[in-house]
């Protein structure tokens, strides 16, 4: 009957959804034009108001123009205050992300994988994440003074309940029909961790320590701005006081640009482990 | 000899999935096992498979008592279940790792070409169709050569022709070595193109109803009368089946919905 023709369609189908497939990694891909929309609202609105400015149509001075803010950024660059600041920060983040995020990737770990130490742990940590982390900051700083331990300490924690709660949750979620499948070729328990469990979990794991090191910016400028001597945060209220909003423009580019690019070097490190992902995640 | 006696499953909520199953499986004979869905065809599976453990009774290899996975006994589910992080080698070659890796290449690459699918080797699982992914996981088990391979509704997924190029693949590398085989169908075409003999299995509690040694010459034509004729048998004991069962009202719904899937 139609039996040929229709066999031959099939594996026209099949060959078809291989044309589909993405192509092989390395090959470049055309560049997508549409991605520069997004900058056209900002340009616009910073190019507004440096005309605005410029003309004298405002005085600029409590919204200083673009001009005036990268002027500031690169005296205080030339200086190297700038840097100073920025490495303090950085410092700072980086102790207490290491710091958090192993507690968080622990416990998370061992939440996730026994029942016995998730009902153990879990409900003493969901009520210590119920108290927002800004009210540890006095006792932090009663206990560990008012220099970098306590700071960090803050940030740490900030760091450890989205890491914590990303892990155990991507633990909790692992398909078990995969991990049926280690048990039909008899996998050791280790193995079955190795094979199974870690790369099943690597993808929701990375999207916590990235939401954990996107906290651990948002509590660096709260340590910062309640007492520090050098750091971006220290920039901005040190703006404050003395009446520079050009500083507090500056420091907040610096903390954009930071975080964008601590941001993409986590995700720029983990890609070849999650290689095997659908390629849209490097523009979550 | 894969031999079942008085095998019983009552699961953790009381479900009786199956009761007294009683089945000698000889060696390399391929059984066709059909019934409509809760027959506690999976459930079988899983108990051989040394997944789950049975209420009563006991399953032995060739004399030796199956409670957890055997390395002789190898599943296909009724998904593919490939591991998406590694590729369709890697993939084929994941229950390997006791091989020497010279020879474990050799393996894949011949099992791979055995499933046509050769040139696919470097790809992830999610750059293939249902069908070839399902071909993977057959690959995956038979490198491992076991010696009773379980096939849990393997390709009800899968269109009328993916399917009969698949029963084409299989039988294919069943040549090879041989193995033992449960098939798990609700198939009855399927059944009398793979199997030696079909067993209809009834639900609630799960029991096989009927056994049709199949007897067709291989290669199987499925416009000859003999194949015809064992299609139409097959269909009459599992329409025999669906009759016998005791009725009441709530039997009368089920039976319903079991012969939704015919
Ligand atoms: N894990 C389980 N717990 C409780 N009941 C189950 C479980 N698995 C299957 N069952 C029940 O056992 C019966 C047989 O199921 P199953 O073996 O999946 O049948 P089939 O594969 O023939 O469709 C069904 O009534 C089903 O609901
Ligand atoms: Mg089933």
Redesign the pocket.
Known sequence: MTGKAERQAWSSVEEAAALAAPPPAGKQRPFEWRVLLGFLLPVIVALAWEAAVHFGFAQGRLVPPPSRIFATLSALAATGELWTHVSATLWRVLVGFVLGASAGIVLGALSGSSETTRRLLDPTLQALRAIPSIAWVPLFILWLGIFEASKVALIAIGVFFPVYLGITGAILSVDRKLVEVGRVFRLSRLKMARRILLPAVLPEALIALRSGLGLGFMFVVAAEIMGASEGLGYLLVDGQQMGRPDHILAAIIAFAILGKLADSLLVGATKPLVRWQDTARGTL | MLNLAHLS?V???G????SDINLAVRESEIVGLI????????????LIAGL?TASQGQISLDGEIITEPHPAIGIVFQEPRLLPWLTVSDNVAFGLDQVAPAERAARVAHALDKIGLAEHATRWPRDLSGGQQQRVAIARVFVANPKVLLL??PFSALDAFTRASLHEHLLGLWEETRPTVVL?THDVQEAVTLADRAIV?Q??P?RIFDELPLGIARPRDRSSLPFESAVRRVMGALDHSLNTVQTSPQRERDREAAGLWW
């Not at chain 2, 479900?15 to 199956?18: G, I, K």
């Not at chain 2, 019934?35 to 899983?46: F, I, M």
């Open positions: 499953k699961y953790a909520d479900t009786r999935a199956l019934g409509g869905s809760g027959c506690g065809k999976t459930t079988l599976l899983r789950d849990d509704e798990v299995m639900p609630k799960g």
